[in-house]
């Protein structure tokens, strides 16, 4: 199993970017997968999840309506599209995949929002 994020950064306040998370060596339309956060000293949030068929998103309260979680299941990626960034949004990026019942981490993309 192998789950590689890419596409963080530094980024200015009320910028944008875009994560991605490439998945392989398991069946990725069967499993739901979400997006979370951590920021130094503090606990691993959630921030955006999507069901297996990209049906149904969730988010967090602060990320709604700023965050979009998507996913390609033809390209086995999932898609994070982050705009108004605040440098509260500062974290490491965590892909996950819920294949139930395992669940598999990515490394992580480091996000700063900084001018």
């Known amino acids: 199993v192998q789950l590689v994020e890419s596409g963080g950064g530094l980024v200015q306040p009320g910028g944008s970017l875009r994560l991605s998370c490439a998945a392989s060596?398991?069946?990725?339309?069967?499993?739901?997968m979400s997006w979370y956060r951590q920021a130094p000293g503090k606990v691993r949030e959630l921030v955006a999840a999507i069901t297996s068929a990209g049906g149904s998103t969730n988010y967090g309260d602060s990320m709604k309506g700023r965050f979009t979680i998507s996913r390609d299941n033809a390209k086995n990626t999932v898609y994070l599209q982050m705009a108004s960034l605040k440098p509260e949004d500062t974290a490491v990026y965590y892909c996950k995949a819920r294949c139930w019942p395992n669940e598999y981490w990515g490394q992580g993309t480091q996000v700063t929002v900084s001018s």
């Open positions: 060596r398991f069946t990725f339309s069967s499993c739901a």
